[in-house]
Nanobody
Framework: QVHLVESGGGLVQPGGSLRLSCAAS????????MGWFRQAPGKEREFVARITWSEETTYYAGSAKGRFTISRDVAKNTLYLQMNSLKPEDTAVYYCAVSADLRATAIYEYDYWGQGTQVTVSS
């Protein structure tokens, strides 16, 4: 059983940075993609970024491109999301997820989810 645990969220001022982590366990992730999603209050969960575990191919939502960087550490089985130049509209619960589809961007394409970590961007 795949187990995902996010951490690293918190309160940050606009323009600041945070790095989220997602510790993954339960299987080998070769030939899988891992993604970050977020859900703001009153809004639907949305795709943020994706990385293929083996090839490190990345893909970003428009809102994340140029500000966020997704990466992974194979030795630590950990996924990261480095978030820079944060804006109040980035405030949300951030989730990591695993998909067998290397091009997955939709929620239904992801099979396993973490419990989420809160990111609040406010002065």
């Amino acid at each position: 059983q795949v187990h995902l645990v996010e951490s690293g969220g918190g309160l940050v001022q606009p323009g600041g940075s945070l790095r989220l982590s997602c510790a993954a366990s339960g299987r080998a992730f070769v030939n899988y993609a891992m993604g970050w999603f977020r859900q703001a209050p009153g809004k639907e969960r949305e795709f943020v970024a994706r990385i293929t575990w083996s090839e490190e191919t990345t893909y970003y939502a428009g809102s994340a491109k140029g500000r966020f960087t997704i990466s992974r550490d194979v030795a630590k089985n950990t996924l990261y999301l480095q978030m820079n130049s944060l804006k109040p509209e980035d405030t949300a619960v951030y989730y990591c997820a695993v998909s067998a589809d290397l091009r997955a961007t939709a929620i239904y394409e992801y099979d396993y989810w973490g419990q989420g970590t809160q990111v609040t961007v406010s002065s």
